[in-house]
């Protein structure tokens, strides 16, 4: 399938019934395990287990080309559509826009906030609209980051998130909002909505019944994955 053809597909599928499951990917062995499962529709990345893959922290502390070669590698390896958490660009968002593009991802999260705190949300619109026109195709995530900021509750993430769906966003994604707080925010969001799946969240089915368009583990899996190699290995170590 072309590019261009998997980016329409995963633009669809924020539309349309069954809720979208993204298995977070971080590397190629996991990518290829995750896209062959039966129901795999599509995959993300994760930046936190991408650079620490790589040997960095989360953050942009990874260089932009190292980070951007893994998720090139990752979407070569499947034939599933790929979408990039290049956190909010290293730098320079329209060009890492532009090079997730050429990379062979249809799809990025955008962040709203850096290592100073959260953008302005006029900025952020701003950067929204110039990354839609730089590359039309791509499909944008944009990432709201008060919950995981605490700095503020559902009035403040709705502001931003219809926010940046009126600039251009194709989803929005209120990382680390509270489990009550789904369906209001699915209620209030004016496009798709895309949540983190964290300890008590609702089934895949239940959440597609709040109005959930996508749902992601972030570096959930991976997390899980070393978690257990690490238990197996301390069992025989004992």
């Not at 998720?71 to 826009?97: F, W």
């Not at 980051?145 to 194709?170: K, L, S, T, W």
């Amino acid at each position: 399938m072309a590019q261009g053809e998997k980016a329409r597909l995963f633009r669809r599928l924020h539309h349309e019934p069954p809720i979208l499951v993204l298995p977070n990917a971080w590397d190629v062995a996991s990518a290829t395990r995750l896209a062959g499962l039966p129901g795999c529709r599509a995959l993300a990345t994760t930046s936190a287990a991408v650079a620490r893959s790589l040997g960095w922290e989360d953050g942009e502390q990874a260089p932009a080309e190292e980070m951007l070669r893994a998720n090139e590698r990752i979407a070569a390896a499947v034939d599933v559509p790929v979408t990039g958490d290049l956190e909010h660009g290293y730098g320079d968002p329209v060009g890492t826009a532009r090079k997730a593009w050429a990379a062979g991802l249809v799809g990025i999260n955008f962040e709203d906030s850096t290592q100073d705190g959260l953008v302005p949300i006029r900025e952020q619109v701003e950067t929204i609209r110039a990354i839609r026109a730089a590359v039309p195709e791509l499909v944008l995530n944009a990432r709201v980051d008060v919950f995981v900021r605490h700095a503020g509750g559902i009035d403040e993430a709705v502001e931003p998130g219809n926010a940046y769906i009126e600039g251009g966003a194709d989803c929005v994604y209120p990382i680390a909002c509270p489990v009550d707080a789904v369906a209001d925010l699915a209620r209030r969001m004016d496009g798709p909505i895309n949540v983190l799946v964290i300890p008590g969240l609702p089934e895949p089915q239940q959440l597609q019944a709040l109005g959930v368009a996508r749902m992601t583990w972030g570096s959930g899996l991976a997390s899980i994955a070393y978690a257990e190699a690490a238990r197996v290995a301390a069992q025989a170590l004992a």
